[in-house]
């Protein structure tokens, strides 16, 4: 069973510019969530989808980030336009059920780096 | 504000000793959770803990969970080269709150 993935690994963007990020949950995962961590800073929470709803956006900074999950399969995160703080390491976690003692699985990461 | 501290922050030993991670919470949450982080890689998940005063083993790793549900502790016996990572605790309230996370390093 292929695990979570996320694309790019990797992204080097300006100041100003937009970058989507892109998250593939194991399939069947109606629960999608991210997170990211910033400037050696602890993993943070930004939402979470069940299916393609969201059920909880508290945790986003503000409305330069989007995110996104048509159809209830993959997500992207979008931000625009971008600022220095925003780079980190953005993660994304999926799991099956909705419960509090679910596993959630998560993708390598993506390296954002705003210039 | 963090709520849930960790420490040390870092922690460097030889194979074959003992250690000892401590997470403490400033909130109660519904389950507490240790993750394991290596390089370029996610979070994977290692324990859960729910009841006050629970004990969980896996393998060389044992966790415990504080009576009042605010503090936590992993200790490794007899570290592996293969225990070096990022050791994470995070309160589960359906969403996770880590702590900073203790960088462990063990020598061979």
């Known amino acids: 069973e292929a695990g979570v993935t996320q694309f790019p690994s990797h992204s080097v963007i300006e100041k100003g510019q937009t970058v989507t990020l892109r998250c593939d949950p194991i399939s069947g995962h109606d629960n999608l969530y991210w997170y990211r961590r910033v400037m050696g800073k602890e993993i943070k929470f930004l939402l979470h989808f069940v299916k393609e709803s969201k059920q909880d956006e508290s945790g986003m900074p503000n409305n330069r980030f989007l995110a996104e999950r048509t159809g209830g399969t993959y997500s992207t995160l979008k931000v625009q336009p971008a600022e220095l703080e925003d780079s980190g390491v953005y993660f994304c976690a999926s799991s099956q059920d909705w419960q509090l003692y679910n596993e959630q699985f998560f993708g390598p990461g993506t390296r954002l780096t705003v210039l | 504000t963090q709520l849930l501290e960790q420490s040390p922050q870092f922690l460097s030993i030889q194979e074959g000793e003992n250690l000892t991670v401590y997470c403490n919470s400033s909130?109660?949450?519904?389950?507490l959770q240790w993750y394991r982080q290596e390089p370029g890689e996610g979070p994977v998940l290692l324990v859960t803990v729910v009841t006050g005063g629970e004990v969980k083993k896996l393998k060389r790793l044992t966790f415990q969970f504080g009576d009042a549900r605010k503090d936590s502790s992993l200790h490794i016996t007899a570290a592996q080269p293969g225990d070096t990572g990022l050791y994470l605790c995070?309160?589960?309230?359906?969403?996770?709150?880590f702590g900073a996370g203790t960088t462990v390093t063990v020598r061979a």
């Open positions: 909130s109660v949450f519904s389950s």
């Open positions: 995070a309160g589960n309230d359906y969403k996770l709150s």
